[in-house]
């Protein structure tokens, strides 16, 4: 019964997303031919409009992880649209299987799921059947194509389930998890650091830098890079052309009144109680010293910053209005009847009465003013460039004739700069293509931008004089590691015969009953993996930022049998190993049935259909 009201749950939900993406007759339109499937798995078609469904799923949950809107040149440069007919030819598929070995759903389990969903009942509760044809219609499906549709999602689901339920990983796993999690190590160690080498460095060539950067070329590779050209337009551009009358500076001043003239204010906190007694009680409690404020506010079941009214004015009190402004910072007032019920109030904080004149604030005024002034002026503009973009005219014509500046930028992902500090050029910047012509696009301060994509750079390794004090830093760090390492292996044999660090000339650090899960500040993160790899008495190194660390094992513990916490991780761990396990077989099983029953793609189709979404 349970894995019955699971499967059912899951399927309204996906008649629910169903319902929702409105893709009324999408890619019945704009195709030529009469085909109305874009591929299909052993004969069974992959119908238009379900791939675009499908498409627009994949998308959808995309956006959502990405939380921004994401354009369908750059879904199809991720390979979003792969993602859904890769989805769609395993759940064919899975439902050609069903076919074959009988599985299917009936007629009454089909009534169940859709008069289960929400949004197809009436008021009354009764089934809505007008909207039920008014939803299949919205999304170009007749009853009996939708109808059909879950029933093969049903039948599919049975199927997926049995692939996957019964699961699990045997004890010994769980087992090896607990001790490989909860084994303790207590051991010994010391630096060796780069400020008790005995000579100094030696100064390289500019030949010895310049062979160093050629062999080790990967590590100063310049990523692939766009070179954009791009016209702009800011207010702060145009913001020095724009004139401001006084009359409007004074209406600017009145309207915003409350920001230049603000009444004194205090710092508050309201503790209320449900009757008249238990303040006073608690008033006189406070006045005696026998208990803090603080302390009231606990017992009342309460945190300081669930009473705190924040500054707040004489007239936003209330009644207590006039007694709290006349406290000094730091009193307690009340009780006082409030909306609440009788309440005490802290002074916690007294904010001066300020005012700030007409004259003091016309050089704010006038630049707010004139800032807006200029994103109008230029919210203005924009339509007639776009439209004269898109009649050809080169971002260098519209510079030339207009406000907009132009400029060029070797964009790459990671730049912050000028007018890579827009997240909206950034977005611009990533699906630009060659065939594309520039459009006008806002920035979030009211600026517009447009760019054309001149040449896509390939990734190269930057020029050394690019990179020279980097090759030199790199240099010096790598001649530190190998004397370290030199020195670390001239005092490892005497340690190997017995000999302690104090008498090898180290400072040594003892570390007790540590496990894999535990962290060591400032220490390489190899350190406890090299550990957790050695026997007891073993000696090794691990190299560091400018230091070499000596270990010793000194002990190997096993785990606290008794230790819950860690027998519930390993338990979560067999688990997760269980699930995955599952989702492989899964996989597998679904590649078994694509080869056997194959799989056929009309990219022309596909190619058609996806031109819808451009």
Same mark, same amino acid.
């Given at each position: ?357 007409? $004259? !003091?604030?016309? /050089?704010? %005024? =006038? @630049?707010?003013?004139?800032? &807006?002034? #200029? ?113 670390? $292996? !001239?005092?490892? /044999?005497? %340690? =190997? @015969?017995?000999?302690?660090? &104090?008498? #090898? ?110």
């Amino acid at each position: 019964m349970a894995a019955k009201k699971k499967i059912s749950n899951l399927l309204v939900f996906g008649l629910l997303a169903l319902l929702i993406v409105g893709l009324a007759g999408f890619g019945a339109t704009g195709l030529s031919g009469t085909s109305r499937t874009v591929g299909d798995v052993g004969g069974e078609g992959i119908a238009i409009e379900r791939y675009a469904r499908e498409v627009q799923q994949v998308i959808n949950e995309a956006e959502t992880q990405a939380q921004r809107s994401i354009p369908f040149a750059e879904a199809q440069s991720i390979g979003l649209d792969r993602v859904a007919i890769s989805r769609l030819v395993g759940a064919v598929a899975l439902e050609v299987e069903t076919s074959h070995l009988g599985i299917s759903a009936g007629d009454e389990f089909l009534r169940e799921q859709i008069l289960a969903i929400p949004n197809l009942r009436k008021s009354d509760g009764t089934f809505d059947r007008d909207a039920y044809a008014f939803a299949l219609q919205s999304n170009g499906l007749t009853e009996a194509e939708f109808e059909d549709q879950l029933r093969r999602d049903a039948a599919r689901g049975l199927l997926e389930r049995a692939i996957n339920t019964g699961i699990d990983m045997p004890d010994a796993y769980e087992t090896l998890m607990f001790t490989y999690l909860g084994e303790r190590r207590s051991f010994t160690y010391a630096p060796i650091e780069a400020n008790t080498l005995n000579a100094p460095l030696s100064e390289p060539s500019d030949e010895d830098l310049r062979a160093f950067h050629e062999e080790n070329a990967a590590r100063y590779m310049i990523p692939e890079t766009k070179r954009i050209t791009y016209a702009w337009l800011l207010p702060d551009m145009i913001v020095g052309d724009v004139t401001v009358d006084e009359d409007a500076l004074r209406e600017s001043y009145e309207e915003r009144i409350d920001e230049f003239v603000q009444p004194e204010r205090r710092l508050v906190e309201r503790l209320v109680f449900p009757d008249l007694e238990a303040a006073e009680e608690v008033r006189g409690q406070i006045d005696a010293a026998e208990i803090p404020f603080e302390a009231a506010v606990i017992a009342r079941g309460l945190e300081l910053a669930d009473i705190d009214l924040g500054d707040v004015t004489r007239e936003s009190l209330g009644a207590a209005g006039d007694p709290v402004f006349a406290a000094a910072n730091g009193n307690v007032v009340g009780p006082i009847d409030t909306d609440f019920g009788p309440a005490l109030f802290r002074v916690n904080g007294v904010i001066d009465a300020t005012e700030t004149s007409f $004259e !003091e604030a016309v /050089p704010f %005024l =006038r @630049e707010d003013l004139a800032m &807006e002034r #200029a994103r109008r002026t230029i919210e203005a503009q924009a339509s007639d460039i776009d439209d004269r973009l898109a009649g050809g005219a080169t971002l260098e014509e519209i510079a030339d004739e207009t406000d907009m500046e132009i400029g060029t930028i070797d964009w790459r992902a990671g730049i912050a700069e000028d007018i890579a500090a827009y997240d909206s050029f950034n977005d611009a910047a990533r699906t630009a293509s060659e065939e594309d012509y520039p459009e006008v696009t806002e920035l979030t301060d009211g600026g517009i931008f447009a760019v054309r994509l001149d040449e896509v750079v390939a990734a190269r390794s930057a020029p050394f004089e690019d990179v020279a004090e980097e090759v030199r830093a790199d240099w010096d760090a790598q001649q530190t590691a190998e004397r370290l390492n030199a020195r670390a $292996e !001239e005092i490892l /044999p005497q %340690l =190997r @015969e017995g000999a302690s660090f &104090e008498e #090898a000339g180290l400072a040594p650090t003892s570390e007790t009953n540590l496990t894999r899960r535990d962290f060591l500040a400032d220490m390489p993160g190899a350190l406890l993996d090299t550990v957790f790899a050695m026997e007891t008495g073993d000696i090794e190194t691990v190299s560091g930022e400018n230091a070499v660390y000596v270990l010793r094992l000194d002990e190997i513990t096993e785990p606290d049998p008794e230790a819950d916490d860690l027998r519930e991780i390993a338990t979560r761990i067999s688990d997760q190993a269980a699930q995955s396990l599952a989702a492989d077989i899964g996989t597998a099983y679904a590649n078994a049935l694509r080869s056997r029953l194959g799989v056929r793609i009309d990219q022309q189709v596909l190619n058609a259909v996806n031109v819808n979404f451009q």
